[in-house]
């Protein structure tokens, strides 16, 4: 069975990481099954994105079977999240 992660990466000193922490709440309410969980521009899960994405937050990275698979950059509204994460075809 795969397992789905869904990881927000925001400044650690900023309110960046606050509105993370609420699009991530919102995707664990809507779909329990798949896993979440905020970071800081110091994990290290960011050296895998190309060099011209790396300090580009707020970021939103999904990984299959921890392994990177999609990112949505900016800060968006939920729609948007929302649409981006039924792009991915999780079943979750």
């Known amino acids: 069975m795969s397992t789905h992660k869904i990881v927000g990466f925001g400044f650690s000193d900023s309110t960046i990481l606050s509105y993370i922490k609420i699009q991530l709440d919102a995707i664990k309410n809507e779909h329990p099954a798949v896993e979440v969980e905020s970071a800081t521009e110091n994990d290290s899960r960011l050296d895998r994105l190309p060099v011209n994405r790396r300090n580009r ?14 990112h949505l950059l900016g800060k968006r509204d939920y729609q948007e999240v929302q649409g981006w994460f039924n792009t991915l075809g999780i079943n979750a």
């Open 57 to 70: 937050l707020p970021v939103i990275i999904y990984y299959k079977n921890d392994v990177y698979a999609s």
